[in-house]
């Protein structure tokens, strides 16, 4: 029986070709749409890695000087945090050089000490309560605290992502890399102190 159907497809397959090439066109489509709808949703249903509820993001802007911008002691910075969680509104106060999936990234190229391996990532400029007001949990080591505070090598917390690949298959943590090409006079070392 199909092979009486498949004659006279055949006998008219210069006619029938530009129907085939349309309704697989069509379903190219309608798969790359379905695919792509799937694909946001399972995005869509992932954990961020953080909390959202409950937090506000509040921005400085500072007056610019000129060419460059003005910049504050560390201490202005400490105060402000202060201030607010003096604040009855106020449970968890915490600096960021910016908020999580705002928009704005900052790249750095690092160096794994003692190799010619280089790894870009994205960096974000935290202060010690930060992981604990975003709800951000620490799966290994530990979070910024004020033991951290003039140490000798700048502490710094990695995701699990750049932890498999720089170190793979032992531990990140007191491993040390640096921020400068190897050789350089302005070159600084970073320590892991938690992932």
């Known amino acids: 029986m199909i092979a009486h159907l498949l004659k006279p497809l055949w006998k008219r397959k210069g006619r029938n070709l530009l129907l085939s090439l349309e309704i697989a066109l069509a379903f190219?489509?309608?798969?790359?749409?379905?695919?792509?709808?799937?694909?946001?949703?399972?995005?869509?249903h992932q954990p961020l890695g953080f909390a959202w509820q409950n937090v506000w993001s509040v921005e400085l802007v500072f007056p610019n000087s000129g060419d460059h911008e003005v910049d504050f002691d560390p201490a202005v910075y400490g105060q402000l945090?202060?201030?607010?969680?003096?604040?009855?509104?106020?449970?968890?106060?915490?600096?960021?050089?910016?908020?999580?999936?705002?928009?704005?990234?900052?790249?750095?190229?690092?160096?794994?000490?003692?190799?010619?391996?280089?790894?870009?990532?994205?960096?974000?400029?935290?202060?010690?309560?930060?992981?604990?007001?975003?709800?951000?949990?620490?799966?290994?080591?530990?979070?910024f605290n004020a033991s951290d505070d003039g140490a000798a090598r700048q502490p710094v917390l990695i995701n699990r992502r750049f932890a498999e690949a720089a170190f793979p298959g032992r531990s990140a943590i007191g491993q040390r890399f640096s921020d400068g090409e190897p050789g350089s006079k302005e070159r600084k070392e970073l320590e892991v102190v938690g992932v």
């Open 81 to 143: 945090q202060r201030s607010l969680e003096r604040l009855p509104e106020v449970e968890k106060a915490a600096l960021s050089a910016y908020s999580p999936y705002e928009n704005s990234t900052w790249n750095t190229d690092y160096w794994l000490l003692g190799s010619n391996i280089e790894l870009e990532s994205n960096v974000m400029a935290v202060s010690d309560g930060f992981f604990d007001t975003m709800g951000v949990r620490v799966l290994e080591g530990r979070a």
């Open 28 to 44: 190219t489509v309608a798969f790359a749409i379905a695919a792509t709808g799937l694909r946001y949703w399972q995005l869509y």
